[in-house]
C-alpha cells in the first residue's frame, strides 16, 4: 500500500529547502585536519622566502603564516555568485603585528593578516588587520597600475591579539560603496600576510573562510 506524506509536511521541506543557508566553503577547517593545504591553494611570493604551516589549536585546524620582512600569500581560484552569497565570512587570529605598519602609507604598508577578494572585472576588496590604520578605516590601497583594490580595516593594533575573531562582511555592500555598482560574480579568493616594507616580523593564523547567504 502506497503511503503518502500529508500536505503539509510537503510544505514544510519545500520551505526549508528554498530557505536554508547556502554557502560556498573556501577555506574548509575539515579539510586541513589531514595536516597538509588543500590542493586548490597555490602559494603566491611577492617578496622573501614564505613561512606557511597547518596547525591545530583549541579552536581547531588553522593555516599558520608568518612574515619576516617578506610578503605572501595563500590563493585560489572560486566562482561565486555574489547575489546567491553576499556575505563573506572568516576567522582569524594575529600573534604579531609589522611594528609600524600602516597601510595609508607606501612605506609601511604591512598587515599581519588580510583576506582578498578579487572579481571578474579584475577590481578587489581588500579586508585587513592593520597595525595603525583605525577600525573601520576605508580607502584605495594599490600602487599598481590598473588594479583597483579598496581596503576595509576589520581590526586594528593588538588589543585582540591572540584571540581568535570571527569577521562578517557583506561583499555587494561593500563593493558597491567602492566602486558605485552591481558586485560581478568573485573569481578569486586570497590571504596575504607582509612585513618587508617596514622590515619587521608578522604572524597570523587563519580558520575557516566562507561565503554564505546570511550572516552568521
Known amino acids: ?35 597538509r593545504l588543500p590542493s586548490e591553494w597555490e602559494i603566491k611570493v611577492n617578496h622573501g622566502r614564505p613561512d606557511i604551516s597547518v596547525c591545530t589549536d583549541v579552536e581547531g585546524p588553522c593555516v599558520r603564516l608568518k612574515s619576516v620582512k617578506s610578503s605572501f600569500g595563500l590563493e585560489r581560484a572560486v566562482d561565486v555568485n555574489t547575489v546567491e552569497t553576499p556575505y563573506l565570512t572568516w576567522r582569524w587570529k594575529v600573534t604579531q603585528l609589522p611594528a609600524g605598519g600602516d597601510f595609508r602609507h607606501a612605506g ?26 583605525p577600525k573601520g578605516t576605508t580607502d584605495y590601497a ?3 597600475p590598473l588594479v583597483h583594490v579598496f581596503a576595509v580595516v576589520c581590526e586594528s ?10 569577521e562578517n562582511r557583506n561583499v555587494v555592500a561593500d563593493y558597491e560603496r567602492a566602486y558605485g555598482r552591481p558586485a560581478p560574480r568573485v573569481k578569486g579568493l586570497r590571504i596575504q600576510i607582509n612585513s ?21
Open 1 to 35: 500500500m502506497k503511503r503518502y506524506l500529508p500536505l503539509g509536511a510537503i510544505l514544510v521541506f519545500v520551505l526549508q529547502a528554498y530557505t536554508s543557508p547556502m554557502a560556498t566553503i573556501v577555506l574548509n577547517s575539515a579539510s586541513l585536519s589531514a595536516g
Open 196 to 216: 618587508q616594507h617596514t622590515g619587521s616580523v608578522a604572524e597570523s593564523y587563519f580558520g575557516e573562510v566562507a561565503f554564505r547567504s546570511s550572516p552568521q
Open 157 to 166: 593594533g593588538g588589543a585582540a591579539a591572540n584571540r581568535w575573531l570571527s
Open 108 to 133: 609601511t604598508d604591512d598587515e599581519a593578516a588580510q583576506v582578498l577578494v578579487a572579481f571578474a572585472d579584475h577590481k578587489v576588496l581588500t579586508y585587513i588587520w592593520d597595525s595603525s590604520a
Open 142 to 144: 594599490s600602487n599598481i
